[in-house]
């Protein structure tokens, strides 16, 4: 199990960036995968984007091109940078862990708020 705690969501205008930052516990984060969900007012979480403990990446394709999620395993922290943010971006942003061998994303954080103005 890894503890995690995000930060970095806020208040922008459309266009802007904004670099989430979810930063874990424990001394075997390097061998997790990381992933970015969200979860919009009246919608279900949804898949942003992950890194495997190899670096390999998969993004939405709504955010592909604007998104690039990356980890510092010295730090124990992955990063959302987001670019060129719309009002549909707009959500509650999650850092979820998910353990070698194991299918499902079974760490989550508290989430943090995006909120992108037109």
């Known amino acids: 199990q890894v503890q995690l705690v995000e930060s970095g969501g806020g208040l922008v205008q459309a266009g802007d960036s904004l670099r989430l930052s979810c930063a874990a516990s424990?001394?075997?984060?390097?061998?997790?995968?990381m992933g970015w969900f969200r979860q919009a007012p009246g919608k279900e979480r949804a898949f942003v984007a992950s890194i495997t403990s190899g670096g390999s990446t998969y993004y939405q394709d709504s955010v592909k091109g604007r998104f690039t999620i990356s980890r510092d395993n010295a730090k124990n922290t992955v990063y959302l940078q987001m670019n060129s943010l719309k009002p549909e971006d707009t959500a509650i942003y999650y850092c979820?862990?998910?353990?070698?061998?194991?299918?499902?994303?079974?760490?989550w954080g508290q989430g943090t708020q995006v909120t992108v103005s037109s």
């Open positions: 424990g001394r075997t984060f390097s061998g997790y995968s």
């Open positions: 979820a862990a998910r353990p070698p061998l194991v299918t499902r994303w079974n760490n």
